[in-house]
């Protein structure tokens, strides 16, 4: 079983920046894509940002330009390193890992428990 950590949420004025972690941790064998999601109330998860096991990386349209995301494969970390931020950007956010195992299994996708990011105006 793999467990998402996630840390680095909380409350910050307009304009302000936080940055997210996620760690994996358990049985783990090969950890390969990795993300953000947020969700925001009434709303549907959206992708904030995702990372690849070799860095190749993309971004939804509300975190273009403002958001980085970054991973540290020794560490199973990822980072989530947000700017500029605005109010819209309430939301709950997941971290998000396709990870296997056992080298014998396709990877599976886990969620983190979410982080709760507020941006007041």
């Known amino acids: 079983q793999v467990q998402l950590v996630e840390s680095g949420g909380g409350l910050v004025q307009a304009g302000g920046s936080l940055r997210l972690s996620c760690a994996a941790s358990g049985s783990i064998f090969s950890v390969n894509a990795m993300g953000w999601y947020r969700q925001a109330p009434g709303m549907q998860r959206e992708l904030v940002a995702r990372?690849?096991?070799?860095?190749?990386?993309n971004y939804g349209d509300s975190a273009k330009g403002r958001f980085t995301i970054s991973r540290d494969n020794a560490k199973n970390t990822v980072y989530l390193q947000m700017n500029s931020l605005k109010p819209e950007d309430t939301a709950v956010y997941y971290c998000?890992?396709?990870?296997?195992?056992?080298?014998?299994?396709?990877?599976?996708?886990?969620w983190g428990q979410g982080t709760q990011v507020t941006v007041s105006s």
């Open positions: 990372i690849s096991s070799g860095g190749g990386t």
């Open positions: 998000y890992a396709a990870a296997s195992a056992l080298p014998t299994l396709g990877p599976q996708g886990y």
